[in-house]
């Protein structure tokens, strides 16, 4: 009859732990996943002041990897270490408490028992994730890096015939990280069927300890003294994943840390506040440039009035582009006089710059989406004719409306459009974000130059109809020559 009862009493723990399980999950998932948001905008908010310049050095894949991978793997901490942890203990002290209540004489054994097998569990828990992880998170940012690289340069791959190349290279590092995951699935599979062979080997020594006294045991103490092993090792059984999760979401929570908590470079810093609202006039004078890693720039001395197009012609770390990223706000003077409007530039706010100046670089940003989407990201508030009409003012839309219009899916990074359709589409963004000023650094450097001078003086000619301003940087002199003037680096 004990027996019976022991066994209808496991059987509804059974039945009502699917219940208890999934009302659990439930309150952890909803807490956890917004702490994961918590987590993802602190982080990013970091990266902000920093970029771009600031981000030169890091490996873009190990960033992408933080930013999704570590976010999401630090997430287990909560989701299924500790309450792994908490039930394991939660059951073995009730087990315990159980033992003491029913079989006072064999205790000490569950006590014993219990004590071995966590610190079992834990040290061979860190010795089955030991090395292996470092390896997998390398490996991980070195897969994103490739993989990034690849959908950047599509276009280039295709043109010289290293898709099979790619892709070859592509497989075989996912094969190394397929192979690490594999050995600590493997050693975590080893752990739990030790725990599992120890779990019959305890019931065993128990009946054989009872017998060796030459106990005979009623039939409630029987049925706990078989029953209850195996109901307190089931718990036992998770840890070994519990520990490897937690090693994981550690490592994570710790590259985020570095990330989040990394000082942006006072270089990098505006202390300004004032909004600029319109654009009339820069001027500079011995102006000299200070970057984070100490390299000194100097640029050269000029004026630039509203209205103007102006061509800035150099070599290649002359500082051209240093010049644009000064006027954007991503990088202050050091030494020097920069006038905007009459006002040293660093007395404005780096994103009241950034509303009022646009800039154009050698590979825009293009979201995956449409390119409708794509617009929006310059101006939300934009209604579809407004769209229209910019389309139409960088002759895009003529190539747009024979396939799907706005809706035209531009793929990653923008790889279903051509170079010169990228470009158009940046040029409409600063036209519909009604830009004063617009940069356009190198932007047709991987167009032909009938298609480049097409582009850049169509866009020139709107500036003059619209009254903004426009810097050409470029090595090209035949497109320099497009501008009203040209000052040399």
Known sequence: ??????????????????????????????????????????????????????????????????????????????????????????????????????????????????????????IASKFASRNLLERLNSLRSELSAIAESIVARNRVIQAYGWQSRSLDVLDEITMKVTSVEKKLANRVGLVQSAISLGTYLIIGC?????????????????????????????????????????????????????????????????????????????????????????????????????????????????????????LVGYIQVAEGSFLLNGKPIGSYSGNSLRQSIGLVEQQPVMLAGTVKDNLLLAAPNATDSEMLQALNDVKLWPMLEIRQGLATDVGQ??????????????????????????????????????????IVKNFLELGKQKGFTVLLITHDNKLAQLTDRLIKF
């Not at 394991?88 to 028992?113: C, E, N, Q, R, T």
């Not at 319109?278 to 001027?283: R, V």
């Open 1 to 122: 009859m004990y027996l019976s009862i022991a066994v209808v009493g496991v059987r509804a723990f059974a039945l009502g732990k699917a219940f208890f399980r999934y009302s659990e999950r439930l309150v952890l998932h909803d807490a956890t996943f917004r702490k994961a948001t918590a987590r993802r905008t602190s982080v990013y908010s970091s990266l902000i002041d920093r970029a771009p310049i600031g981000l030169t050095d890091t490996n873009m894949g190990s960033l992408v990897t933080s930013l999704v991978d570590d976010t999401e793997e630090s997430l287990n901490e909560d989701l299924r270490y500790r309450p792994a942890l908490i039930q394991s203990v939660a059951v073995s002290v009730a087990g315990v408490v159980i033992y003491v209540w029913l079989i006072p004489k064999f205790a000490w054994l569950m006590i014993l028992v219990l004590l071995a097998g966590a610190l079992g569990t834990f």
């Open 413 to 454: 990074l923008g790889t279903k459009l051509s170079g010169g359709e990228v470009q158009r589409i940046a040029f409409a963004r600063n036209l519909l974000a009604e830009r004063k000023l617009v940069i356009l650094d190198e932007p047709t450097s991987s167009l032909e130059h009938v298609q480049a001078a097409e």
């Open 206 to 326: 128990s009946i054989w300890v009872t017998f060796a006294a030459g106990l005979l045991l009623p039939g409630e103490q029987v049925a706990v003294l078989v029953l209850l092993p195996l109901a307190i090792f089931e718990y036992l059984q998770g840890l070994p994943a519990a520990f490897q999760a937690k090693a994981k979401a550690s490592a994570s929570i710790a590259r985020l840390e570095i990330l989040e908590k990394a000082q942006t470079p006072i270089e990098l810093l505006s202390e300004g506040s004032e909004c600029l609202q319109a654009f009339d006039s820069f001027a500079t004078e011995k102006v000299s440039v200070r970057f984070p890693n100490g390299n000194l720039v100097s640029l050269p001395d000029l004026a630039v009035v509203k209205g103007e197009s102006v061509s800035l012609v150099g070599r290649s770390g002359s500082g051209k582009s240093t010049f644009a990223n000064v």
